[in-house]
């Protein structure tokens, strides 16, 4: 938005600010803009008109004014003299609702140096209207993306509440255009590493198909407020960091493809994948198959950390004040310290202590790591909503929960799941699974897929049903 100019003014006992093109007043939670471009005046060249709109009432409020503000930025006015650097003028209009009567304050703050085009109510409450219909829609459209949130922390609320006014304006870049609103998840590396105990096997399973299931149902619900719907893009990670936790690249092309075979056969049209192509540019075949993949995956890093990655990053300092990079650190540790735990076996020379110092190593290489892959993310894809599987403040990106599960294992590449007598999905390490004996393994496609609860036997009823039928067929 080209409006650049700080403003500051109030009406009526309500705060306004417009900073960098961010307006609304300053007690209000959100954020809602909407933008036009209109040509003014008969001027050679046309003059254009750049317009951010901002309508909100005060937080508790609700018989205050609701104002809708205009700050315009207008290019190409020929200026001279020292106010020609400050083309901006701010008008307000708004209605009472004690009086319901439509009101337009004076508020213009105009440097243009000549006469600016005044932006009376017939012309500024239609874009009003807008801008509340697509705060409402975005509203809405937010609060069923939160109902998907990582939510296994009891300050779940507070974290989503302070990323809102950011995650708001973001959709309201596709709503007020009327797209089809996009976001972007970067997850689904690879199996763990740890076979032995967290998970059945290399390939996705009945946990990686709940996981898509329930980010596609999360999409046809925002279809079902919003009418051209959402898109989820999946960037996997797994080339990132796949060398670091000794999986093979063969396995981590062999997880992607058949995650995406997964996704087309259940017939998840709303999730889409990214190609290494997406994220660097450099040159590779433009169908990729194994072999090739597996022959690139090594330029892939490369060409990452050489394009991404910074040389001067300090990675402690990062870790000591940044709140998500020190929750993603303590993540990792977290989770590498059980799934290496079957490669690098402590005993030999390999102290437990050891383990443990070699286990932070690969923690921040893997923040290294993921800082320029983190970059790639965000160069590539500017505009779509930021979700996360990891922990965070909550004010930057959304972190989600995977799968719908009352235990803390949300990301299906890092346990199974089991299916209970009473249709509720459960989720742990493989482990524990195969210790409870009324567990038992279902395949799928001849392979191990997920677990689920015996159907107990009880004969006792059996016996009793035989009785009452034979009094039935007695007294007839």
């Known amino acids: 938005m080209p409006v650049t100019q700080s403003v500051q003014f109030s009406t009526n006992g309500v705060n306004f600010l417009t900073l960098g093109g961010q307006t609304a007043p300053s007690d209000v939670h959100a954020v809602h803009e909407v933008s036009l471009l209109s040509q003014i005046h008969n001027e050679s060249p046309p003059v254009l008109c750049h317009t951010t709109a901002a309508v909100e009432p005060p937080l508790n409020n609700k018989n205050a004014p609701s104002f809708a503000l205009v700050a315009t930025h207008m290019e190409g006015l020929a200026l001279d003299g020292p106010?020609?650097?400050?083309?901006?003028?701010?008008?307000?209009?708004?209605?009472?609702?004690?009086?319901?009567?439509?009101?337009?304050?004076?508020?213009?703050?105009?440097?243009?140096?000549?006469?600016?085009?005044?932006?009376?109510?017939?012309?500024?409450?239609?874009?009003?209207?807008?801008?509340k219909e697509a705060a409402e829609t975005s509203s809405k459209i937010l609060s069923i993306i939160f109902d998907y949130a990582l939510n296994k922390f009891d300050d779940t609320k507070e974290r989503l509440a302070a990323g809102t006014p950011k995650f708001l304006s973001e959709i309201d870049y596709y709503v007020r255009d009327g797209k089809q609103l996009q976001m972007c998840l970067p997850a689904f590396p690879f199996k763990s590493a740890n076979k032995a105990y967290k998970v059945l096997g290399t390939l996705p399973d009945k946990a990686e198909e709940l996981a898509l299931s329930r980010l596609n149902a999360m999409c046809v619900r925002i279809g079902e407020v919003y009418g051209p719907g959402a898109k989820l893009t999946i960037i996997s990670d797994g080339l990132v960091y796949n060398d670091l936790l000794s999986i093979s690249d063969r396995d981590t092309w062999a997880y992607g493809e058949a995650l995406r075979a997964m996704a087309t056969r259940k017939n998840f049209v709303h999730i889409d994948f990214s190609r290494l192509k997406d994220l660097v540019d450099f040159p590779v075949p433009e169908n990729l198959q194994e072999?090739?993949?597996?022959?690139?995956?090594?330029?892939?890093?490369?060409?990452?950390?050489?394009?991404?990655?910074?040389?001067?990053?300090?990675?402690?300092?990062?870790?000591?004040?940044?709140?998500?990079?020190?929750?993603?650190?303590?993540?990792?540790?977290?989770?590498?310290?059980?799934?290496?735990?079957?490669?690098?076996?402590?005993?030999?020379?390999?102290?437990?202590?050891?383990?443990?110092?070699?286990?932070?190593?690969?923690?921040?290489?893997?923040?290294?790591?993921?800082?320029?892959?983190?970059?790639?993310?965000?160069?590539?894809?500017?505009?779509?909503?930021?979700?996360?599987?990891?922990?965070?403040?909550?004010?930057?990106?959304?972190?989600?929960?995977?799968?719908?599960?009352?235990?803390?294992?949300?990301?299906?590449w890092h346990c199974s799941v089991a299916l209970m007598a009473d249709?509720?999905?459960?989720?742990?390490?493989?482990?524990?699974?195969?210790?409870?004996?009324?567990?038992?393994?279902?395949?799928?496609?001849?392979?191990?897929s997920y677990f689920q609860e015996k159907t107990r036997k009880r004969p006792y009823l059996a016996d009793t049903e035989k009785k009452a039928a034979k009094d039935d067929a007695a007294n007839q």
């Open 83 to 131: 106010d020609a650097a400050n083309p901006l003028q701010v008008t307000a209009v708004g209605t009472d609702p004690a009086s319901d009567k439509e009101t337009a304050p004076n508020l213009s703050q105009n440097g243009i140096g000549k006469p600016g085009v005044d932006l009376d109510k017939d012309n500024v409450l239609p874009a009003a209207e807008a801008v």
């Open 291 to 412: 072999v090739t993949y597996v022959a690139n995956a090594t330029n892939f890093r490369r060409y990452l950390l050489n394009k991404y990655g910074k040389d001067d990053l300090n990675i402690d300092d990062e870790i000591a004040t940044k709140p998500d990079t020190l929750m993603t650190y303590r993540g990792y540790r977290r989770f590498l310290e059980s799934d290496l735990q079957q490669i690098f076996v402590t005993g030999n020379g390999r102290s437990t202590h050891g383990y443990k110092r070699d286990v932070k190593y690969l923690a921040k290489q893997m923040l290294i790591r993921g800082y320029a892959f983190a970059e790639a993310v965000k160069t590539n894809f500017p505009h779509h909503l930021r979700l996360s599987i990891h922990q965070s403040t909550g004010e930057h990106k959304i972190s989600m929960s995977l799968l719908n599960t009352k235990t803390g294992f949300t990301t299906p």
């Open 423 to 448: 249709g509720e999905w459960l989720s742990a390490p493989m482990g524990d699974f195969k210790e409870d004996p009324m567990l038992e393994v279902v395949y799928e496609d001849g392979r191990p």
